[in-house]
């Protein structure tokens, strides 16, 4: 992609700044501001190219304020990328610190018009480390006053959206079923598990072999990463980066169910309707994933207890049941289904403040 295209966006605002001594581009790009300050976590990975970048980070800002409208979180949405020169464990402690005050004076810039949270490749003492320069970071450790990590949130929500979906499809519970996730983080590690203790039999994928080998340790099944695609299974869960369902994986996936925690997963509106018309239920990620940005926006903006974030993520299952009683009533796809539910959801936020 050129960087004229990837500029053609027509989102809210666009943030770029380059740093000669580390080699490291940062991109800050809000999406929408219509239901409170835009929001999104930092992204730190290696780019092609700064055009990439820059589609990347305009994706995913999309799909935060779908996931805030969706989830009635008075934010909007935003997100960081920083395209790295090299991967990001091989890049030293000095020149990741410096990376990491440059992207907090650019937020700072923004005045509370972003705020930014743990994302691939960051984590909850990066943003100690944000916080230092700027106030507007979520995820910082228990100990800096922060929510911590929210993984695991993150995680039951998939869970129930996972299990909703399955339900859905007419496969019943979990139980049983062959579950297939790729990615082993955080998210994706917790959620093999909370699958397992459900009863489903575990296929694993992830670049980390040390990970794949305490999987498979606990009973798991190891896919090769080649096969990941190509493997049968009844539900697919993609828990590692997005754009994983292109066309031409619609075409040939052989799963009844694709729920997982990456965000962006379908590439294209073509594979969302290829795997509709082929009857493989899809849980819109920025429905299933929006745990994380309850943990966070719940804890650290509205004062919730941990009772309260944990209801709210068990509840993404019943906001799945209503997505697909939409798609069911207006024969759309599910992903166009939770994009209506998530502009009522919008209008009905924006009138109940614009009235009170």
């Known amino acids: ?30 999406d929408s501001t219509q ?23 305009g994706k995913l800002a999309g799909a935060m304020t779908l996931k805030m409208a969706v989830s009635n979180l008075p934010m909007g949405g935003g997100k960081s990328v920083i395209a790295l020169p090299a991967p990001r464990h091989s890049i030293d402690p000095s020149t990741w610190a410096r990376i990491l005050r440059i992207h907090a004076e650019n937020i700072d810039k923004l005045s509370g018009n972003y705020w930014t949270g743990p994302d691939v490749n960051t ?30 949130t993150t995680a039951v929500g998939v869970f129930e959206a996972m299990k909703a979906t399955v339900a ?39 670049t980390d072999t040390e990970r794949v080998a305490h999987a498979v340790a606990l009973g798991h099944t190891a896919v090769a990463l080649e096969d990941v695609l190509s493997t049968p299974c009844d539900v697919f869960a993609p ?63 509205l004062g919730w207890s941990e009772s309260v974030v944990h209801e709210r993520a068990v509840a993404i299952g019943d906001t799945l049941n209503q997505v697909f ?13 939770a994009r209506t539910l998530a502009g009522r959801r919008a209008r009905e936020a924006s009138t109940t403040t614009a009235t009170a």
């Open 35 to 57: 239901l409170g300050p835009a929001a999104g976590g930092t992204r730190a990975a290696q780019y092609s190219q700064l055009a990439d970048a820059l589609t990347d980070a």
């Open 123 to 152: 984590n909850s003492a990066d943003m100690d480390t944000l916080n230092d320069t700027t106030e507007f970071v979520f995820g910082r450790s228990l100990e800096r006053g922060g929510a911590g990590s929210s993984a695991f």
């Open 1 to 30: 992609m050129s960087i004229d295209s990837a500029l053609n966006w027509d989102g809210e605002m666009t943030v770029t700044r380059f740093d000669r001594e580390t080699g490291a581009h940062f991109v800050i790009r809000l």
């Open 239 to 301: 828990c590692a980066m997005g754009g994983v369902i292109t066309t031409e994986v619609a075409r040939t996936l052989d799963c009844s169910v694709v729920a997982g925690a990456a965000n962006n997963v379908i590439a294209d509106e073509a594979a969302s309707d290829i795997l509709h018309a082929r009857g493989i239920l899809y849980a819109p990620d920025f429905v299933a994933n929006a745990g994380g940005a309850i943990h966070l926006v719940g804890r650290e903006v």
């Open 325 to 337: 009683e939409i798609s069911d009533n207006d024969g759309v796809t599910p992903d166009e289904a």
């Open 168 to 206: 859905h499809r007419g496969l019943g519970s979990l139980d049983g079923l062959t579950v297939l996730v790729q990615g082993l983080g955080a998210v994706g590690g917790s959620l093999a598990s909370l699958a397992a203790e459900a009863g489903a039999q575990l296929l694993v994928a992830d």
